[in-house]
T-cell receptor, first 115, second 116 residues
């Protein structure tokens, strides 16, 4: 079984500041991990994924995440926030074995970017 | 476009009515997923189709919910005798293959269902 915990339902940063969105996972098998972004009235867009290759994963829009097995974490970062980054962000996990294929999502973090 | 297409984008119906939600996946994607996004429950898995295999229905919340996928392409999610707690955004996703879970899921914009 897998689960995801996202710490902080709301995060507010100033434009140009570092963005850090936290995600911790629990999985009985090696996980595949994903970050998705959702803009208002839209579906989820994939930002990046970890599938057991490099532990530092670079995604779109300048985001990256680092898989840390010892901390069971997959935090999302961006060095400098832009106003267009304001959205809701979801961390998700799926099993790497032949078990459940569907994604298990965290509860989401709404990012607000202040001018 | 080449993305996942869902229809209708919005649906308002009266309690007790049946509704059908449609998902047209990306061409060539063999795996199709339905999720529900609601305020109190977040994003929940409903059902998963992979090729001709029996679907994984483990996320369906009650027997009022059913889904089918015709010809390995378009899928319809049906909710019978709708209840107010069914109000949510229903998201469909597809991916190249369910066996290779490395493949990311691509999401449609969802159907916003409101039960009066």
């Amino acid at each position: 079984a897998q689960s995801v915990t996202q710490l902080g339902s709301h995060v507010s940063v100033s434009e140009g500041a570092l963005v850090l969105l936290r995600c911790n996972y629990s999985s009985s098998v090696p996980p595949y991990l994903f970050w998705y972004v959702q803009y208002p009235n839209q579906g989820l867009q994939l930002l990046l994924k970890y599938t057991s290759a490099a532990t530092l994963v670079k995604g779109i829009n300048g985001f990256e995440a680092e898989f840390k097995k010892s901390e069971t974490s997959f935090h999302l970062t961006k060095p400098s926030a832009h106003m267009s980054d304001a959205a809701e962000y979801f961390c998700a996990v799926s099993a790497s074995d032949t078990g459940r294929r569907a994604l298990t999502f965290g509860s989401g973090t709404r990012l607000q970017v202040q001018p | 476009g080449a993305g996942v297409s869902q229809s209708p984008s919005n649906k308002v119906t009266e309690k007790g009515k049946d509704v059908e939600l449609r998902c047209d996946p990306i061409s060539g994607h063999t795996a199709l997923y339905w999720y529900r996004q609601s305020l109190g429950q977040g994003l929940e898995f409903l059902i998963y189709f992979q090729g001709n295999s029996a679907p994984d229905k483990s996320g369906l919340p009650s027997d009022r919910f059913s889904a089918e996928r015709t010809g390995g392409s378009v899928s319809t999610l049906t909710i019978q005798r709708t209840q107010q707690e069914d109000s949510a955004v229903y998201l469909c996703a597809s991916s190249l293959s369910g066996t290779g879970v490395r493949q990311p899921q691509h999401f449609g914009d969802g159907t916003r269902l409101s039960i009066l």
